[in-house]
């Protein structure tokens, strides 16, 4: 039995061993297997060596072991300039960041602009971290606003360490409201299910008209911000596309086969559609 799987903590939330496995199925992989194991966050190591002890091909890599999980692979370029690893390939032990992947992608497959347009990254994290170095990377005139602005100035010096990245702004999300983006991107989990009344841009501050945003989150399908660019005459688009392709990029990584998005699409579709009954 070839196995992949993921670990982080928690994963109770995890929709990557459905989309997998039915792509497994999809092209007759029976042999293939793909599981999630909730590993403690105190116990980074064995995260990364028990998996690999125990003879999988490879790993997905979540919260909270994105960063330390450099330490336990050999991380290609992309990883470190973003400073995260999310997909290991044990037979090689590169690790690698599929987010980037997954996002860009997502935003292609949108026909959204990117070069010479503004876009505002909302959040410091290391989604923010593969945001800004894909945005930034394809011509992209980036702002980054985060709640706390000494977690974005030491992002973007790390960025700026090690991928080179230049010339971003740190922006107040006053400074936003009239900044001129076309593109907003919600790299935070604010908005995600149950707080579903929430949104990472306050009511109290002026929406950016006509503008599209992109949410990472993807449950619920339509979160508070997207439905604030709507009624301000913008584009809204979810982060489920993220998903699947950043899965789809490590799938690929794994099998050497191309992977059957729209199988992937529909599984973790009706998979989000069983919870809401």
Not at 30 to 36: G, I, P, Q, V
Not at 142 to 147: A, D, E, K, P
Not at 183 to 193: D, K
Not at 221 to 241: S, Y
Request: charged fraction near 20%.
């Amino acid at each position: 039995m070839n196995r992949v799987g993921i670990v982080g903590f928690p994963l109770h939330y995890t929709l990557s061993p459905v989309m997998h496995n039915a792509a497994f199925k999809a092209l007759g992989m029976e042999d293939w297997l793909y599981d999630a194991m909730a590993i403690p966050s105190d116990i980074p190591r064995h995260a990364i060596e028990e998996p690999r002890r125990h003879g999988y091909i490879g790993l997905n890599i979540t919260i909270p072991f994105k960063e330390t999980s450099l330490r336990y692979c050999k991380p290609d370029d992309k990883a470190r300039a973003i400073g995260a690893v999310n997909t290991i390939d044990f037979r090689d032990d590169v690790g690698t960041n599929t987010d980037v992947d997954g996002f860009m992608g997502d935003l292609q497959a949108h026909d959204v602009l990117l070069k010479g347009q503004r876009v505002i990254v909302l959040g410091a994290g290391g989604a923010g971290r593969a945001a800004v170095y894909g945005l930034w990377q394809s011509g992209a005139i980036v702002g980054i606003v985060n709640r706390t602005r000494q977690r974005a100035e030491e992002m973007l010096t790390e960025l700026t360490l090690s991928a080179g990245v230049r010339d971003v702004s740190l922006l107040t999300l006053e400074e936003a409201e009239t900044w001129g983006a076309s593109l907003i991107v919600n790299c935070t989990s604010v908005g995600t299910v149950p707080n579903v009344n929430e949104s990472p841009w306050s009511e109290d501050r002026l929406f950016p008209s006509g503008v599209t945003v992109y949410d990472m989150v993807y449950r619920p399908a339509k979160t508070a911000f997207m439905r604030q660019a709507e009624a301000n005459g913008g584009r809204a688009i979810g982060g489920l596309g993220m998903l699947v392709r950043q899965g789809a990029k490590a799938f690929e990584i794994w099998t050497g086969r191309e992977a059957p998005i729209d199988v992937m699409f529909d599984a973790v579709r009706s998979a989000l559609e069983s919870k809401t009954e």
